[in-house]
T-cell receptor, first 113, second 114 residues
Framework: KQEVTQIPAALSVPEGENLVLNCSFTDSAIYNLQWFRQDPGKGLTSLLLIQSSQREQTSGRLNASLDKSSGRSTLYIAASQPGDSATYLCAVYSGGGADGLTFGKGTHLIIQP | NAGVTQTPKFQVLKTGQSMTLQCAQDMNHNSMYWYRQDPGMGLRLIYYSASEGTTDKGEVPNGYNVSRLNKREFSLRLESAAPSQTSVYFC?????????????FGNGTRLTVT
C-alpha cells in the first residue's frame, strides 16, 4: 500500500527566506503527484500537478520537482511571504481509481513577518 | 467562479440523528469525491463517483451513503450519526478519476456529533 510522508510536520521561517518542503512516497509506480495548499477553515487548493514523465513544474514563486526513482518530491518556495503561511499537502496517484490517490498529512508552514 | 460548493458549513447532530451533506460543482467535471479529514489521520476517501450514474466505496464507507443526483451534484448521507463521525467533510471534483487533472475542493462541512 502506498504511503506518503511529509517531513517536517511544522516549519517556521522568517519572511524572505527560500524554503523547501519535502514529500516522500514508498511505491515509485505513480502516475502523478499533486501539491495542495490548505488555509485554516478552508478546503485544499491545487498548486501544482507533476505527471510521472515530468521532472518539475513551476508556478510563480513555486517550483515542484519529482524524482520517481527515489520516491521524493520537493516544493520550493522562493522569497517567502507571510501570505504563504498555510498547510501544504502532497498527494500521489498510483492508479486504480480514486482509491489510488494517497495524501500526506501535510507540513504546517508559518512565515514570520 | 463558484467551483465546488458545499452546504452546510457547520452542523451539530445528536447521536442517532440523520443528515445529508450537499455538494455541487459547476466545472462540468465527471468525477466527484467525498473525503473526511481528521487530526493525525489526514484525508481519507469515503465514497466517490467516477462518472454520472456510478458510485464506489472508498477507504472508510461504513455509516455513509451517497447519491450522484446528476452530473453537478453528489450528496453524502449519514443515516444514524455517531460521535466517531465528528470530522470535517470535503467534497472534491476532477475532470476524470485518475487523469492528469487536479482535484478541486469545496470549503468543507464541520460536523460535530454529540
Amino acid at each position: 500500500k502506498q504511503e506518503v510522508t511529509q517531513i517536517p510536520a511544522a516549519l517556521s521561517v522568517p519572511e524572505g527566506e527560500n524554503l523547501v518542503l519535502n514529500c516522500s512516497f514508498t511505491d515509485s509506480a505513480i502516475y502523478n503527484l499533486q501539491w495542495f495548499r490548505q488555509d485554516p477553515g478552508k478546503g485544499l487548493t491545487s498548486l501544482l500537478l507533476i505527471q510521472s514523465s515530468q521532472r518539475e513544474q513551476t508556478s510563480g514563486r513555486l517550483n515542484a520537482s519529482l524524482d520517481k526513482s527515489s520516491g521524493r518530491s520537493t516544493l520550493y518556495i522562493a522569497a517567502s511571504q507571510p501570505g504563504d503561511s498555510a498547510t501544504y499537502l502532497c498527494a500521489v496517484y498510483s492508479g486504480g481509481g480514486a482509491d489510488g490517490l494517497t495524501f500526506g498529512k501535510g507540513t504546517h508552514l508559518i512565515i514570520q513577518p | 467562479n463558484a467551483g465546488v460548493t458545499q452546504t452546510p458549513k457547520f452542523q451539530v447532530l445528536k447521536t442517532g440523528q440523520s443528515m445529508t451533506l450537499q455538494c455541487a460543482q459547476d466545472m462540468n467535471h465527471n468525477s466527484m469525491y467525498w473525503y473526511r479529514q481528521d487530526p493525525g489521520m489526514g484525508l481519507r476517501l469515503i465514497y466517490y463517483s467516477a462518472s454520472e450514474g456510478t458510485t464506489d466505496k472508498g477507504e472508510v464507507p461504513n455509516g455513509y451513503n451517497v447519491s450522484r443526483l446528476n452530473k453537478r451534484e453528489f450528496s453524502l448521507r449519514l443515516e444514524s450519526a455517531a460521535p466517531s463521525q465528528t470530522s470535517v467533510y470535503f467534497c472534491a471534483s476532477s475532470d476524470w478519476t485518475g487523469s492528469n487533472s487536479p482535484l478541486h475542493f469545496g470549503n468543507g462541512t464541520r460536523l460535530t456529533v454529540t
